[in-house]
């Protein structure tokens, strides 16, 4: 009998010690702080909350915001004004929050339509359901300058739904990749060319060459995000007016020009040159500002370069944005596998619309918190699609219990 109880106390413990983990993980997310009225939230209050509640991407906004904080004016190209309207952007503490300075020349916008299609063909120049006014009834009349309120740059996914990044603190993990990537290419050129490289320029250009993520994207109820940000000069709208937005500030050529580079390699006699000198031509004309403001020369009728021949800047900026690629990748596939895992939890398992909003807001979440990169890493690459779908799920029911 004695033997009997023995066993039965060290079978109880042995229970008992197996619960252990499972309730000191519980204990610890219950401490975090919950969505307020989740019901009522707006999108882009809620995707914040989120973003707020993830240590990582603080760590990443904080150090990203420290890096900036440590420039000091040099009085020509980093001025004062450049680095509190960076401080504006990224939504520091006791500066006033940036706000695009350009919306304020939608009222000249059949003009600024009208030089751009002096310049470009029409079909460079389109628009979306979130970039038109509910008033306007001109007809093919795309609006250039988005209608909604910017949304705080932590909150921000890193590209449009379908691309790099898609979740709540996308673009802050993005611009922690590309400064990082941008000071440590400045270091390599350093120690292999004995070159020195203007390592604040590529800071403010790494956080500026995104800024109107903000302002073209928004998140949705549903969890999703908006899907076409239009495109101006077969560029996403966001990367003209990010660089306009600095040509309207007054910001120095050389930051314009690096930060315009970041989508294509400004390599002379090259279709990147010339796509580079398109967006800088329509950030001149969106912005009302000279094209001599944005670096550039007249070569021709219709034709732009560059007023001086290119820096390393702007090519360093361009491999730095380079994360789009491997991440754009993970983002496509991650994100569909972590919905069909979602799935097999009961909560998460409905089709109706409340189910898919509910299912995509926890995915959000798991990708902010973990980073659809990591999740790519640990579980997709190098194996099947039903192997990364179990792994996946595997993963999911571990951190629920």
């Known amino acids: 009998m004695f033997a009997k109880l023995v066993a039965m106390k060290r079978r109880l413990l042995l229970f008992l010690l ?84 350009i919306a304020q020349r939608r009222k000249d916008e059949p003009g600024i339509l009208a030089q751009l299609r002096a310049v470009f063909p029409s079909d460079e120049i389109t628009a979306h359901p979130y970039l038109l006014a509910p008033e306007n009834t001109l007809e093919d009349q795309p609006s250039i300058f988005p209608f909604q309120k910017r949304m705080n740059f932590i909150a921000a996914p890193g590209a449009a739904w379908g691309g790099h990044h898609v979740y709540p603190g996308g673009l802050v993990y993005h611009t922690y990749t590309i400064m990082h990537s941008n000071l440590n290419l400045a270091k390599l050129y350093k120690n292999a060319y004995g070159i020195s490289l203007n390592e604040d320029l590529l800071v403010i250009a790494a956080i500026w060459h995104d800024a109107a993520k903000t302002w073209t994207i928004t998140w949705k109820p549903e969890g999703t995000t908006t899907k076409n940000e239009g495109q101006i000069v077969k560029a996403g709208a966001h990367h003209v007016l990010s660089v306009a937005e600095m040509a309207a500030r007054g910001f120095h050529s050389d930051l314009i020009v690096a930060t315009a580079a970041a989508h294509d390699a400004i390599t002379e006699g090259t279709d990147g040159y010339q796509k580079v000198m398109g967006y800088l031509v329509a950030a001149a004309i969106l912005a009302g500002k000279p094209f001599e403001a944005v670096g550039l020369k007249a070569s021709g009728k219709s034709r732009f370069e560059l007023a001086q021949k290119p820096a390393f800047a702007p090519f360093i900026n361009h491999l730095g944005d380079a994360d789009w690629v491997a991440t754009t990748q993970a983002m496509k596939l991650v994100r569909p596998m972590v919905d069909e895992a979602l799935k097999a939890l009961a909560e998460y398992a409905a089709e109706d619309e409340a189910g898919i909003a509910n299912r995509n807001w926890k995915a959000n979440e798991i990708f902010a918190e973990n980073g659809a990169e990591a999740i790519y890493h640990h579980f997709i690459a190098g194996r099947t699609q039903e192997q990364a779908v179990e792994g996946i799920k595997m993963w999911l029911l571990n951190r629920k219990r």
């Not at 969505?35 to 914040?48: I, Y």
């Not at 990203?64 to 450049?82: F, M, R, S, Y």
């Open 18 to 101: 197996l619960l252990l983990p499972a309730t000191n993980f519980r204990a610890q997310t219950s401490s975090t702080p919950p969505l307020r009225d989740e019901g009522n939230f707006k999108p882009n209050e809620r995707a914040e909350q989120i973003a707020r509640r993830q240590e990582k991407i603080i760590s990443h906004w904080n150090a990203i915001l420290e890096t900036a904080k440590g420039i000091k004016p040099d009085g020509t190209i980093i001025t004062q004004e450049v680095l509190d309207a960076t401080y504006g952007l990224l939504g520091a503490r006791g500066y006033p929050e940036l706000e695009f300075t």
